[in-house]
């Protein structure tokens, strides 16, 4: 029972089926001036088109990358690079994912002055304290559609507008990747400037992510070489991945309204009978969340300890984000105005379309088995010591 969805997905027979019968015939370097040059070249300009029409915008403005982080390194690095006279302060939250956090930290090290802005009592970003942080210096705005660990959902609207009235020239850009083909996000039509997105939370395979850049909007390139993708990522572009991800895209986006009800349902489902089953466990429950992803505390519990127990039951859960999986703490629940008991204890549970209720039902009477048992355990250490 795969519960860790957020982290990476089982991509999609359909598009292993694309991904082989692709490899075999789409081989050929797509820059190459023969004719399979130029087939290679035309799966990538469908994708981008297709994708396009996916998220509503131009192709234009779609630059394909290898992942998320990528995308975010260079929206974040490349912006600020290509406008050097531009403002000096960048703001972000401290619930942010990693690739922004370090990207931030980064260019703190260049100079610039990083806001981390806090999260409110219900576990979403404060939008009181990013009023009184725009200013004239504003560059840029970082922010994700959804949270990785907790699932919280920002306004984003009302961040475009705080931003329109009073930070006109702030750039903003979006970590779409939790949010993409999940709840509707059109990043032209919302205002944004930049959004990134991965292939892998899609059911795409790894290896491909995406940024969408704004019309107009400069932006400086990370990798330099051959100059593809109009000298904004050079390297050779790989057909195959495109055309995945395009597929994945539009087979997520198609089901989006009926697995958004159906995950809701199976939200409320496992958060009532976990509430019910007497665990004595807590949801961290932003006021605006995906439904993709629930943030359970189990105060008096080890995650990671709990986490193992349900894996030799072959149910997998995360911690917390698997890309920061090398320290023990999470810093997005180290930020949140929540208890020591609570910070220390948490798992996080992907919910997916796949997923049944009798699978919920197992992954309960599961915990049901082990947390009283890890408790015990954990006040029998704490006497001993
Ligand atoms: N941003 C968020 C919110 C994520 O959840 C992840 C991956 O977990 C990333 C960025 C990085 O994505 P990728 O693995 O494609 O680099």
């Given at each position: 029972m795969y519960?860790?969805?957020?982290?990476s997905t089982l991509?999609l027979?359909?598009?292993?089926?694309l991904?082989?019968s692709l490899?075999?015939?789409?081989?050929a370097n797509?820059?190459?001036?023969?004719?399979?040059g130029?087939?290679?070249?035309?799966?990538?300009?469908?994708?981008?088109?297709?994708i396009a029409e996916?998220?509503r915008c131009?192709?234009?403005?779609?630059?394909f990358?290898?992942?998320?982080?990528?995308?975010i390194?260079?929206?974040?690095?490349?912006?600020?690079?290509a406008h050097?006279?531009?403002?000096?302060?960048?703001?972000?939250?401290d619930i942010e994912?990693?690739?922004?956090?370090?990207?931030c930290a980064?260019?703190?090290?260049?100079?610039?002055?990083?806001?981390?802005?806090?999260?409110?009592?219900?576990?979403?970003?404060?939008?009181?304290?990013l009023r009184?942080?725009l200013?004239?210096e504003?560059?840029?705005i970082?922010?994700?559609?959804?949270?990785?660990?907790?699932?919280?959902?920002?306004d984003?609207?009302?961040i475009?507008k705080?931003?329109?009235s009073l930070?006109?020239?702030?750039?903003?850009?979006?970590?779409a990747?939790q949010g993409?083909?999940?709840?509707p996000f059109?990043?032209?039509q919302?205002?944004?400037?930049l959004?990134?997105?991965?292939?892998?939370?899609?059911y795409?395979p790894k290896?491909?992510?995406?940024?969408?850049?704004r019309?107009?909007?400069?932006?400086?390139?990370l990798?330099?070489?051959?100059?593809?993708q109009?000298?904004l990522r050079s390297?050779?572009e790989?057909?195959?991945?495109?055309a995945?991800l395009?597929?994945?895209?539009?087979?997520q986006?198609?089901s989006m309204?009926t697995?958004?009800?159906?995950v809701?349902?199976l939200?409320?489902?496992?958060?009532?009978?976990l509430?019910?089953?007497g665990l004595g466990?807590?949801?961290?429950?932003?006021a605006?969340y995906?439904p993709?992803?629930?943030n359970v505390?189990?105060?008096?519990?080890n995650?990671e300890t709990?986490?193992?127990?349900?894996?030799?039951?072959?149910i997998?859960v995360?911690?917390?984000?698997?890309c920061?999986?090398s320290?023990?703490?999470?810093h997005v629940?180290?930020?949140?105005?929540?208890?020591e008991?609570?910070?220390?204890?948490a798992?996080?549970?992907?919910?997916?379309?796949d997923?049944?209720?009798?699978d919920?039902?197992?992954?309960?009477?599961?915990?049901?088995?082990?947390?009283p048992?890890?408790?015990?355990?954990?006040q029998?250490?704490t006497?001993?010591?």
């Amino acid at each position: 029972m795969y519960f860790d969805q957020t982290a990476s997905t089982l991509p999609l027979p359909e598009i292993l089926d694309l991904y082989l019968s692709l490899s075999k015939s789409t081989y050929a370097n797509p820059a190459a001036i023969h004719r399979l040059g130029y087939e290679a070249e035309q799966v990538i300009k469908q994708a981008r088109k297709d994708i396009a029409e996916v998220l509503r915008c131009r192709p234009e403005n779609l630059l394909f990358t290898s992942c998320a982080t990528e995308s975010i390194n260079t929206a974040l690095r490349g912006v600020i690079a290509a406008h050097p006279h531009g403002g000096r302060d960048i703001i972000t939250w401290d619930i942010e994912h990693k690739a922004t956090l370090k990207t931030c930290a980064y260019l703190a090290q260049k100079g610039y002055n990083v806001r981390y802005l806090a999260t409110t009592g219900d576990l979403l970003p404060d939008l009181k304290e990013l009023r009184t942080a725009l200013s004239r210096e504003t560059a840029l705005i970082s922010i994700s559609l959804v949270n990785n660990e907790l699932g919280s959902h920002p306004d984003i609207a009302a961040i475009v507008k705080l931003r329109d009235s009073l930070a006109p020239q702030a750039i903003i850009h979006i970590d779409a990747v939790q949010g993409w083909t999940k709840l509707p996000f059109y990043p032209l039509q919302t205002g944004v400037d930049l959004a990134s997105f991965s292939g892998h939370k899609i059911y795409a395979p790894k290896g491909i992510g995406l940024l969408y850049i704004r019309k107009g909007l400069r932006i400086d390139p990370l990798i330099l070489g051959g100059g593809q993708q109009n000298g904004l990522r050079s390297g050779t572009e790989n057909p195959v991945l495109c055309a995945c991800l395009a597929r994945a895209a539009q087979i997520q986006t198609k089901s989006m309204a009926t697995n958004f009800a159906y995950v809701q349902d199976l939200h409320n489902f496992l958060v009532d009978g976990l509430n019910r089953a007497g665990l004595g466990c807590c949801p961290n429950l932003p006021a605006k969340y995906s439904p993709y992803i629930l943030n359970v505390s189990f105060p008096g519990v080890n995650p990671e300890t709990l986490a193992h127990a349900l894996a030799d039951k072959e149910i997998y859960v995360a911690t917390h984000s698997a890309c920061s999986s090398s320290d023990n703490r999470s810093h997005v629940l180290d930020a949140l105005p929540i208890d020591e008991a609570r910070k220390t204890s948490a798992l996080r549970i992907s919910l997916a379309p796949d997923h049944e209720k009798s699978d919920l039902t197992a992954l309960i009477d599961a915990l049901r088995e082990i947390v009283p048992k890890l408790r015990v355990k954990s006040q029998d250490s704490t006497l001993q010591r």
